[in-house]
């Protein structure tokens, strides 16, 4: 029973803003392919998210010997840049945006700092309280958020919105997109910080042996039940892909299928369903990140502090708006995932390789991934913020060149190709180095 608190409450945690708001605008942009769609997006959202957890849960959690792989520097610069993705510069105040986008759609008049600041004052007070958090998320919080969105899904599927439109788009195109998308919900980032909860909550309740075995355990629970939401959304946006032709943002599209299917009875699911989904995904992390901060610091800064300061800046963030939200977070996560999923992989066989081989597949990743951050950076800054960005818009748009010429990089992946190339190199040299 405790593993299903635990697996329900992992569902939770990662079933946020992202979550709801990115599937349904895929299978409406896709429409025919929304299952290749869907998977590919479980795929990046899901599949590398349990991966990473596992990857963790061999380091017990411990976010300091999972990154050092990296070496210190790098290992240090990886683990503050994902917390700000996953905390105060993006995941945090996501999630409180997009509550208030979609309660604003159904009809309530809310002022962003009052909603903000009142959302995240109960953040904090259920935050303090770190022993209770998983299983008043486990018991309590999942299964009101799961019959929200069964509802939805039940008549969906027997009252279908619309026709599904016939894709023209490559396949190719959908696959890296899709992946794509799967980056922006941060969940596998955001391992670095739940995986901490986890592990607390097993031990907690005895399991002091077999840590990996019941982190497993616990996150097959929350996969299946991922995927199986993930899916089902992709679908009922597939559905609206002939009724609506124009652009749509991705919460007011939640807000037309939620309408159309159940009325204003459908919006007040869908916003109770965005509630609950944002605020355990808040809850789970401002937990998390606080404890990681204060442990980065050695406890020079107390968990409440940073508790509070993480809080705070949420905040002030949220106002943005989630589309801007979004949009100022793939530079980021452009230049870290890469990056992550590299300790995620190496943190499984580091024994089996030479430490020049980890080192050289590090720098070749951050170099193209910084390249490729840089040149999102501006574009983005520049957009959000209508800035003429002058000369550093034509040093993006050199580097963009000099990135087109690898190969992937239409897809998302620049960094892949030059990694598999270093990787075997490197290998080789290696195995020369110690034959001679």
């Known amino acids: 029973m405790d593993i299903f608190v635990i697996g329900f409450a992992l569902f939770a945690m990662f079933f946020g803003a992202g979550n709801l708001i990115f599937p349904p605008t895929l299978g409406h942009d896709y429409g025919s392919m929304w299952l290749v769609s869907g998977l590919c997006f479980s795929f990046m959202a899901v599949g590398l998210t349990i991966v990473s957890l596992i990857s963790l849960a061999k380091k017990g959690g411990d976010m300091v010997k ?3 792989i990296a070496g210190k520097s790098l290992g240090n610069i990886i683990i503050l840049v994902v917390l700000s993705c996953i905390g105060p510069l993006n995941a945090m105040p996501r999630t409180s945006a997009t509550t208030m986008e979609i309660l604003k759609a159904i009809g309530f008049k809310i002022n962003p700092l009052i909603f903000s600041t009142i959302f995240f004052g109960f953040v904090v007070f259920f935050a303090l309280r770190e022993n209770s958090v998983v299983d008043m998320i486990g018991k309590f ?11 939805l899904f039940f008549v969906g599927l027997i009252r279908p919105i619309g026709p599904i439109a016939q894709s023209q788009i490559k396949i190719s195109q959908v696959v890296g997109k899709s992946m794509i998308e799967g980056y922006n919900t941060m969940d596998s980032l955001a391992t670095l910080a739940f995986t901490i909860v986890i592990i607390k909550s097993l031990r907690a309740k005895g399991y002091k042996e077999n840590l990996i075995k019941k982190t497993i355990q616990a996150s097959l629970i929350a996969i299946v039940f991922l995927t199986l939401v993930y899916i089902g959304l992709a679908y009922l946006g597939a559905s609206t892909s002939t009724v609506i032709k ?32 944002c605020f355990t995904t808040a809850t789970g992390l401002a937990t998390s990140i606080a404890e990681m901060f204060s442990t980065f610091t050695n406890k020079k800064i107390s968990y409440k502090t940073s508790l509070i300061f993480c809080s705070i800046l949420s905040v002030i963030i949220s106002v943005f708006g989630v589309e801007n939200i979004v949009k100022l977070a793939v530079p980021l996560l452009v230049f870290i995932y890469p990056l992550f999923i590299l300790l995620v992989v190496f ?13 050289a597949s590090f720098i070749i990743v951050a170099i193209i991934s910084l390249l490729n951050g840089i040149t999102n950076m501006v574009n983005t800054v520049g957009q959000v ?8 818009q034509k040093l993006a748009a050199s580097i963009a060149i000099v990135l087109s010429k690898i190969p992937l990089d ?21 195995k020369l180095i110690k034959k001679y």
């Open 141 to 151: 919080m999942t299964p009101i958020l799961l019959l929200s969105l069964a509802s």
């Open 347 to 359: 943190n499984f066989f580091d024994k089996a390789l030479d430490p020049l081989v980890i080192k």
């Open 246 to 277: 124009e652009k749509i943002s991705r919460v007011d599209l939640l807000i037309f299928i939620a309408d159309n299917l159940l009325g204003f009875a459908g919006k007040l699911i869908i916003g109770l369903s965005m509630m609950m989904a």
């Open 66 to 68: 999972f990154a050092s």
């Open 385 to 392: 913020f209508h800035i003429n960005m002058g000369i550093f």
């Open 410 to 430: 239409k897809l998302g992946f620049p960094w892949l190709v030059p990694f598999g190339l270093g990787f075997l190199f490197s290998l080789a040299y290696s």
